[in-house]
C-alpha cells in the first residue's frame, strides 16, 4: 500500500504544475527535448511548460515546426523535399543547422533517400568498445574473443 500512495504522491507533484514551476527557466536540453517531441508523447506539465516557452519565445514555435517538417521528410524519406526545407529553415532559428545541412547536402539526401543504414555496424562497434572497456587490464585478445563469441 505504501509503494502505492507514493507514487499518487509523485504522480500528484508532477502533474501540479504552478506559477513559480513556470517562472523558472528549463535547461537549454531540457528545451530541445521538449521541442523535439512529438506533443502527443509529452505529459501534461510538459505541455505547459511548452506553452509557456512558446508564448515567451514565438520563434520557437517556426522551429519547432521546422524541426517536425525535417523529421517527416526524414520518415517518408522524400528527400526532393529537402531543399525547401533548407530554405524555410535559413530563415529561422534553425540557420546555423540549415547551413551545415547545406554544406553536407549530398550526403544528408543520400541518407534520407538510401534505403541502406550504417546502424547494424555502428551497433556492433559499440558493443565491441563496451565489452573492451569492461575488460580493461585483464586479458588479451583470446578472451576477447571468447566474450564476443559467447555474447551471442
Same mark, same amino acid.
Given at each position: 500500500?505504501?509503494?502505492?500512495?507514493?507514487?499518487?504522491? !509523485?504522480?500528484?507533484?508532477?502533474?501540479?504544475?504552478?506559477?513559480? +514551476? #513556470?517562472?523558472?527557466?528549463?535547461?537549454?536540453?531540457?528545451?530541445?527535448?521538449?521541442?523535439?517531441? +512529438?506533443?502527443?508523447?509529452?505529459?501534461?506539465?510538459?505541455?505547459?511548460?511548452?506553452?509557456?516557452?512558446? /508564448?515567451?519565445?514565438?520563434?520557437?514555435?517556426?522551429?519547432?515546426?521546422?524541426?517536425?517538417?525535417?523529421?517527416?521528410?526524414?520518415?517518408?524519406?522524400? +528527400?526532393?523535399?529537402?531543399?525547401?526545407?533548407?530554405?524555410?529553415?535559413?530563415?529561422?532559428?534553425?540557420?546555423?543547422?540549415?547551413? +551545415?545541412? $547545406?554544406?553536407?547536402?549530398?550526403?544528408?539526401?543520400?541518407?534520407? $533517400?538510401?534505403?541502406?543504414?550504417?546502424?547494424?555496424?555502428?551497433?556492433?562497434?559499440?558493443? #565491441?568498445?563496451?565489452?573492451?572497456?569492461?575488460?580493461?587490464?585483464?586479458?588479451?585478445? /583470446?578472451?576477447?574473443?571468447? !566474450?564476443?563469441?559467447?555474447? /551471442?
Amino acid at each position: 500500500m505504501r509503494v502505492v500512495s507514493e507514487w499518487a504522491s !509523485r504522480r500528484r507533484r508532477s502533474e501540479k504544475m504552478d506559477e513559480a +514551476g #513556470l517562472r523558472r527557466t528549463p535547461s537549454v536540453r531540457t528545451i530541445a527535448h521538449l521541442m523535439t517531441t +512529438g506533443r502527443d508523447a509529452l505529459s501534461k506539465p510538459e505541455t505547459l511548460t511548452i506553452a509557456a516557452i512558446e /508564448d515567451s519565445v514565438p520563434a520557437l514555435v517556426e522551429a519547432r515546426a521546422a524541426v517536425a517538417a525535417f523529421q517527416a521528410t526524414n520518415r517518408k524519406k522524400a +528527400g526532393d523535399e529537402l531543399d525547401s526545407w533548407i530554405d524555410r529553415a535559413k530563415a529561422g532559428l534553425l540557420a546555423s543547422f540549415a547551413s +551545415g545541412v $547545406t554544406k553536407d547536402h549530398a550526403a544528408v539526401a543520400a541518407a534520407i $533517400t538510401n534505403p541502406w543504414s550504417n546502424g547494424q555496424t555502428e551497433g556492433q562497434i559499440t558493443r #565491441l568498445k563496451l565489452i573492451k572497456r569492461q575488460m580493461y587490464g585483464r586479458a588479451k585478445l /583470446d578472451l576477447l574473443e571468447a !566474450r564476443l563469441i559467447g555474447a /551471442d
